[in-house]
């Protein structure tokens, strides 16, 4: 089916900004394309669209005309197949089978042609399990290669995948694709892929498309002619560029004392007694100026072991301790000093543990408390038991310092993806800890936030922080990390 | 809810197992209303010799039974006890006497009658949930109930998310101490605390319904009228025979009871 759009634009009910802006555009059935462009240019909008999902009488406001295969989105919608980005929501039933027949019941396929189908399907896919297997002890990369059976069942004359590996861990990912690959090549259907990494899907595609911040056309052709000729222009707008491995920042100074150290930290969940634990005998130490990285698979306890060492959540055996933190604040009397020795750290109160250790989440929304990117920022010092001056102080300073100074009356959770994730890192260096802790910070973002995270945590690191994230992003890692730990189901193998 | 999660039914291949989710929803009902009436001990004592002569027959093993049920039985017990206590017919010959606890032969009868016809209704209900998977148990209300898909598979789908929610809260509540706030001991600042991260959580769970909503309408889920089933629960001979076997149980227990003379209305 061709997609045709002819000055079609696209605004949110409700924003002043267009998303989509005077898009023209042809692509021809059985390309593949690739859409890339920064955080907020409005590919997810434009996919949406396509996909017949976008209700233009209840979501916003439409200009031009965008048809697909002649034809309005939402009368074609049946021909479309689409791919989301969280394998949790994608899934409505128990059993592999019965969710790849989901799609083919609502479109009323007769009864004995659909398990035909969805063999043929799962089949399509090199899915490794069979119809009865439960969706529930799924890995996210194979949900991911289970929804999109589901959808090729559908037999679809166009593919849409709204950045479908973005959960997963570059193993899972890369089957994905795979799986993607085998797909069209068998069925000769189009593709139309959202990401932020083009290196990965260069091999699939044939075309780029590009857009720019305010939703406008940038660049659009044959991908390495496209990257020669823009590839200035790209980076200045925060797409990713083949094979652009960013800065690497290495620890300026040598690593100071140890700051936080675990010894035979295990962690079973509760009522799983009878399966081995999450994280078993777990030695790990971080030092001050130094930036430790935790990588290892999908579900092999990076961000259980990460809770963990922040204090956050009680070991089932061993224990996590913090020494030669200098400064806690007013509490660091040799009486209070004492009281946390004897004290294991997620039995600390709160207020205290805070002074110590700063965590960000991989949602950043989890960790939003108030309306306000101000009151935000003082929520730690103020309950830390600083003088409202103190609290102003550290504010503005970490307003500036993060750019946020503009968006100090906004409310936390209509920021970008980006600003959100600055903000997570500022409210956790408010409460003035010497350790941080980040669990995926680079999760789902553009280029553009990607860089600045490893300029803002290099800078910390050589601000005498010691720093100590969890990642699958092998880039990020490679950028930053001064020491990698891997895990493999729970267990330090490096 | 490990009740709940983990299967009673060791056998899904027995004959009553098999049934019709439908079915065994008529036969619990059909239990369940001449029961609610029937205030004598003589009827819900047959039905619940019948139901438990059938435990075998759904694929249940007894020490499974046991083992997973033991909160209902112990519920039943206690509404045993209680009423043993509380109730004000101490007619009948005083077995023994305690000063404030009398127990005699009826307030014995009365707290045994209440106590049968309680695990007599329960029983049911629970084998049959038990005994049937969600799945079907949706194919079969679409497809002899008529009730709608859209709902019924809907729900169906939502229930997959609560697990995905239960993780959601355990990370929200230890965002918040990340965040330097905790409940501690303070009751006020815990109900405070608790219903902020209630509110954070219906935030993050209506997303996760609209992205779930999103993804099967993309499926086509509202699209036509005419939608197929892939799992047809056919209504077998089998089907009929279980509902007459029950409509003659409690048919049977009645007249017996009232041949015996026993059989009354109960009034609550």
Not at chain 1, 17 to 30: F, H, K, N, Q, T
Not at chain 1, 37 to 48: C, E, I, M
Not at chain 1, 243 to 259: F, I, L, Q
Not at chain 1, 408 to 437: C, M, W, Y
Request: glycine letters at 8%; charged letters at 20%; aromatic letters at 6%.
């Amino acid at each position: 089916m061709r997609i045709r759009a002819r000055g079609w634009r696209f605004r949110y009910a409700g924003r002043s900004e267009w998303a989509v802006r005077d898009l023209d555009l042809d692509i021809e059935p059985g390309e593949r394309v690739l859409l890339a462009g920064p955080s907020g240019a409005g590919k997810s909008t434009l996919l949406t669209a396509i996909a017949g999902l976008l209700d233009p009488d209840q979501a916003g406001e439409t200009a031009g005309s965008l048809t697909v295969g002649g034809e309005p989105p939402a009368a074609v919608r049946h021909r479309i197949g689409l791919v989301f980005q969280d394998p949790e929501t994608q899934l409505v039933m128990a059993r592999c089978g019965d969710d790849v027949a989901f799609g083919l019941e609502n479109l009323g396929v007769p009864t004995d042609v659909i398990w035909p189908r969805v063999d043929a399907a799962l089949e399509l896919t090199g899915f490794p399990y069979g119809r009865d297997h439960p969706t529930g002890r799924l890995s996210g990369g194979e949900k991911q290669r289970l929804v999109l059976s589901g959808v090729m069942a559908l037999d679809p004359d166009l593919l849409l995948l709204d950045e479908p590996t973005a959960n997963l861990d570059p193993e899972g990912a890369a089957l994905v694709r795979e799986a993607v690959d085998r797909a069209l090549a068998a069925t000769g259907a189009g593709l139309l892929v959202v990401d932020h990494r083009v290196d990965d899907w260069l091999p699939l595609v044939n075309r780029v498309i590009v857009l720019d911040q305010g939703g406008s056309l940038l660049a659009d052709g044959e991908p390495t002619q496209i990257y020669q000729s823009y590839a200035d222009a790209l980076q200045a707008a925060g797409v990713w560029l083949p094979g652009s491995s960013g800065p690497v920042r290495r620890a300026s100074k040598p690593a100071g004392p140890t700051v936080l150290f675990a010894e035979d930290l295990t962690y079973t969940y509760p009522g799983h007694t009878d399966r081995p634990p999450a994280v078993s005998d777990i030695r790990l130490e971080l030092q001050a100026n130094q930036a430790l990285a935790i990588t290892g698979p999908n579900g092999s306890g990076k961000s259980t072991l990460a809770l963990l060492l922040a204090g956050l959540l009680p070991p089932t055996s061993g224990r996590v301790d913090v020494t030669n933190v200098p400064d806690i604040g007013s509490a660091d009397t040799p009486a209070a000093r004492l009281s946390r020795r004897r004290r294991p750290l997620h039995r600390l109160p709160a207020r205290q543990l805070v002074r110590m250790i700063g965590t960000v989440f991989q949602d950043p929304e989890h960790q939003f408390l108030t309306q306000r990117v101000y009151d935000e920022l003082a929520l730690g010092p103020r309950v830390m038991g600083r003088s409202p001056d103190e609290v102003s102080r550290i504010v503005d300073e970490l307003l500036q310092r993060l750019h946020l100074s503009h968006l100090a009356d906004a409310n936390p959770f209509t920021l970008s993806g980006g600003e959100k994730r600055r903000l997570s890192v500022a409210t956790a260096l408010a409460t003035g800890p010497a350790i941080l802790l980040l669990d995926e910070p680079t999760f789902g973002q553009d280029l553009r936030t990607w860089l600045e995270l490893i300029e803002l945590l290099a800078e910390l690191r050589d601000a005498g922080h010691a720093i100590g994230f969890v990642s699958h992003d092998p880039q990020f890692v490679a950028a930053l990390a001064d020491r990698t730990v891997e895990l493999k189901a729970g267990r330090l193998v490096a | 809810m490990s009740m709940l999660a983990e299967p009673i039914v060791s056998n899904p291949k027995a004959p009553l197992s098999r049934l019709n989710p439908v079915t065994k929803l008529a036969m619990a009902m059909l239990i369940t209303l001449p029961l609610l009436v029937a205030g004598d001990i003589v009827t819900p004592s047959i039905v619940l010799g019948a139901e438990l002569l059938a435990v075998a027959a759904f694929g249940v093993r007894w020490r499974v039974f046991v083992r997973r049920l033991w909160l209902v039985f112990l519920m039943t017990g206690s509404v045993f006890v209680t009423s043993l206590l509380l109730t004000d017919q101490r007619g009948g010959t005083v077995l023994f006497d305690l000063g404030i606890i009398v127990v005699t032969t009826q307030s014995i009868l009365v707290s045994a009658t209440i106590a049968v016809r309680l695990l007599a209704i329960a029983l049911p209900g629970v084998l049959a949930f038990a005994s049937t998977d969600p799945t079907e148990f949706a194919d079969a209300l679409v497809q002899h109930l008529r009730t709608s898909p859209r709902f019924t598979f809907g729900a169906l789908a939502a229930f997959r998310l609560l697990p995905v929610l239960a993780d959601e809260w355990r990370t929200l509540v230890m965002a918040r101490r990340a965040r330097g706030i905790e409940a501690g001991r303070s009751p006020i600042r815990r109900i405070r605390l608790l219903s902020s991260a209630v509110f954070t959580l219906l935030v993050c769970a209506i997303r996760r319904g609209i992205r779930l909503a999103t993804a099967m309408e993309s499926r086509g889920f509202t699209a036509t009228a005419t939608r197929t089933l892939a799992r047809p629960q056919p209504l077998r001979p089998a089907d009929g025979l279980a509902i007459l076997a029950t409509v003659a149980l409690v048919a049977g227990a009645t007249t017996v009871s009232i041949a015996l003379g026993t059989w009354r209305v109960i009034l609550w």
